[in-house]
């Protein structure tokens, strides 16, 4: 499907940090209304979004690559405007599809 990734973007941490100003000012605003029920539930969803947002920014695993491979792999992205994790993900995604062409999900021939 194009366009779906689980690599965090810029764009998905801009929307997380803005979401959850937009929560906390909604929080302030019941808080001093007065509406506890609403300050409870605001409270967690803003709890949850600041542990989105946090996660975002988690490192992923790094795995070393050869300098040409590297080359190859920014080249790439830079000629896609794709971020080169994204490249890195479908490069090692195809190669994987190849070398378990045939087996089950465990690595066992399906023969």
């Known amino acids: 499907m194009r366009g779906a990734s689980v690599v965090p973007t ?16 909604a929080l302030v605003d019941v808080v001093i209304a007065g509406a506890w029920d609403t300050a409870v539930v605001l409270g967690f969803a803003l709890f949850t979004q600041l542990l989105l947002i946090v996660s975002l920014y988690a490192p992923r695993p790094t795995v070393s690559l050869r300098g040409d491979l590297y080359r190859w792999l920014d080249e790439r992205a830079s000629a896609t405007g794709e971020p080169i994790e994204r490249v890195t993900d479908r490069c090692v995604a195809a190669y994987r599809a190849d070398l378990t062409a045939g087996t089950d999900d465990h690595g066992k021939s399906e023969k």
């Open 10 to 25: 810029q764009r998905n941490k801009v929307v997380g940090a803005v979401s959850a100003v937009a929560i906390a000012v």
